[in-house]
């Protein structure tokens, strides 16, 4: 749609395809890029387009609606004290302060959500509002056109304080949130658990971006209690904690009993800690279902020795997850692990097992562990015969899950979806 070589929008090129092909269009995906005039131009132009065909409205197909605002930074250099603009995701030290959207760009959105009907999915991502008055931006505008049809809706660092959203709660047919922290409260939980009757899926995201906050026990406990209370088909849903980006902190772990179902790390700044394992066991043994380190590049360190790796940790996950059917380990474990995970793990539950062939180690660190639950000669004897290639132990895993199954290259690990 640019002219050319240039990064200017073209206004003919772009209205002669919405008169061919917009009728066909079922989505629209706005990706962060930092021309701020043509994203308005762009908007404008779309909302024209509709307004004009206000009697007939030309996106029938017309299903889903993403955004995501490019965030600047001004970041002060601890070396230089010299204060300049980069992108959200430098790696720069020193203070830093994140740039939201509004003033012209904020209106020409909410105008152009505003022309949007009938909507099935729709996704407001980093616009990192300040003032409480433009709080209701662009989420009055789709409540009032798409209220009976929205499905899905994702809205991340919507803030850039703490501040509850009830907003979605009121859109009755969700049947997936995905939002930030700081944009829950105790009441907006217990809006979600009483409106949202179809509600399937809360995903909790955490990224650099989000502000630390957790929600209390007892509104945990009034959500368990609502949501056991009903009676018809399909009615509970559960609650999946996603860390994203570059965040480089734990989750904020929410307190027993909070329906979680699944823990994915998908950033590059994290690692295994025994800490956070056990706090999963603690708190989320009887819900938890996928548990999964995703991206092979990891920016951290990882531990050598068999006491600062997260080996036994594992095993105690799969050994006390009765229901946990995924898990994905990128770090460091030796071959006599991954053997012990999948034979505790096919006693529960354990259906989905990704490793990370590079980093999986011949060695067998429990010459000396006694296994209380089984025959101890057996299974020494076992591990030690099995652990000592890699082409055993992926026949040996094999004939565990009862399928072929192969550690990942990187390449392969990276394309994990879950």
């Known amino acids: 749609m640019y002219r050319g070589y240039e990064r200017i929008l073209n206004p003919w090129r772009l209205q002669m395809y919405l008169r061919r092909k917009g009728r066909y269009c079922r989505s629209l995906i706005i990706k962060p890029f930092p021309e701020y005039h043509n994203l ?30 490019y965030v600047l930074v001004s970041v002060d250099d601890v070396n230089n004290n010299f204060p300049h603009q980069q992108p959200a995701n430098v790696i720069i030290r020193g203070k830093k302060r994140y740039y939201g959207t509004g003033g012209t760009i904020l209106q020409t959105l909410r105008r152009f959500i505003r022309s949007l009907k009938c909507l099935k999915k729709f996704k407001l991502n980093n616009l990192l509002l300040e003032a409480n008055s433009d709080v209701g931006s662009c989420l009055e505008e789709v409540l009032e056109h798409s209220q009976d049809t929205l499905e899905s809706l994702e809205c991340l660092n919507y803030t850039s304080h703490i501040l509850p959203l009830y907003i979605v709660g009121l859109f009755s047919n969700l049947k997936q949130i995905t939002i930030s922290s700081h944009s829950l409260s105790d009441d907006v939980l217990l809006l979600f658990a009483n409106h949202t009757i179809y509600l399937k899926r809360l995903i909790i995201v955490q990224d650099e971006l989000t502000i630390p906050y957790v929600c209390s026990t007892a509104a945990w406990i009034e959500v368990d209690k609502i949501l056991y209370e009903r009676t018809f088909e399909h009615s509970k849903w559960h609650v999946e904690m996603l860390m994203t980006g570059r965040c480089k902190c734990e989750p904020l772990w929410a307190t027993a009993p909070a329906p979680i179902k699944s823990i994915i790390y998908e ?34 360190y990882i531990p050598k020795s068999f006491n600062e790796r997260s080996d036994q940790s594992y095993i105690a996950l799969v050994k006390n997850c009765k229901y946990l059917h995924t898990l994905a380990i990128r770090e460091r474990i030796s071959t006599a692990t991954c053997l012990l995970i999948v034979y505790y793990g096919v006693k529960n539950n354990l259906k989905q097992f990704y490793l990370r062939r590079n980093c999986v180690i011949l060695r067998n660190e429990y010459k000396m ?50």
């Open 369 to 418: 562990f006694i296994f209380s639950d089984d025959n101890n000669q057996t299974m020494h004897n076992w591990i030690e015969t099995n652990c000592r290639a890699y082409d055993t132990v992926e026949y040996r895993v094999s004939e565990l899950l009862k399928r072929k199954w192969h550690m990942l290259s990187d390449h392969l690990y990276n394309k994990i979806k879950m």
């Open 267 to 300: 950033t590059i700044f994290s690692k295994v800690n025994h800490s956070s394992i056990y706090t999963c066991l603690e708190n989320y043994s009887k819900t938890l279902e996928i548990y999964a380190h995703l991206n092979s590049l990891c920016r951290v």
């Open 40 to 69: 308005c131009e762009f908007l404008n132009m779309f909302n024209n387009f509709i307004s004009y065909h206000e009697e007939n409205y030309p996106f029938d197909n017309f299903q889903e609606f993403s955004f995501t605002f």
